[in-house]
């Protein structure tokens, strides 16, 4: 006699796993607190672009806003700073 059941047998109460079948993208609601300042406020509202995609699509979008956030901080280095006031030559005394 054997301690082991028949395949047959033990698939016949089984329950059938069904098909792997992913949710649809659905948004995740993070809020967006705007910044203030416009160029940076448009690249962090692009993310609820990611909200719609099936998750190898959000790689692009971040990749996109993270670009255009690097190069909003690269242009607040480039902008000039305020005037640096005229220094007066100082004559020495004689």
Same mark, same amino acid.
Do not use: I, K
């Given at each position: ?34 910044? @203030? #300042?416009? +160029? !940076?406020?448009?690249?962090?509202? =692009? ?6 995609? %099936?998750? &190898? @699509? #959000?790689? +692009? !979008?971040?990749?996109?806003?993270? =670009? ?6 690269? %242009?607040? &280095? ?17």
């Amino acid at each position: 006699m054997s301690d082991t059941v028949p395949e047959s047998e033990g698939l016949q109460g089984a329950a059938v796993e069904p098909e792997y079948d992913p949710a649809e993208p659905a948004p995740l609601n993070v809020p967006r607190t705007p910044t @203030g #300042h416009a +160029e !940076v406020d448009v690249r962090l509202a =692009r993310l609820a672009d990611a909200d719609h995609l %099936a998750t &190898d @699509g #959000h790689v +692009e !979008v971040y990749e996109d806003v993270h =670009r255009g956030l690097r190069e909003a901080l690269t %242009a607040l &280095d480039a902008r000039p700073g305020p005037p640096v006031p005229a220094r007066h030559p100082t004559v020495a005394p004689q």
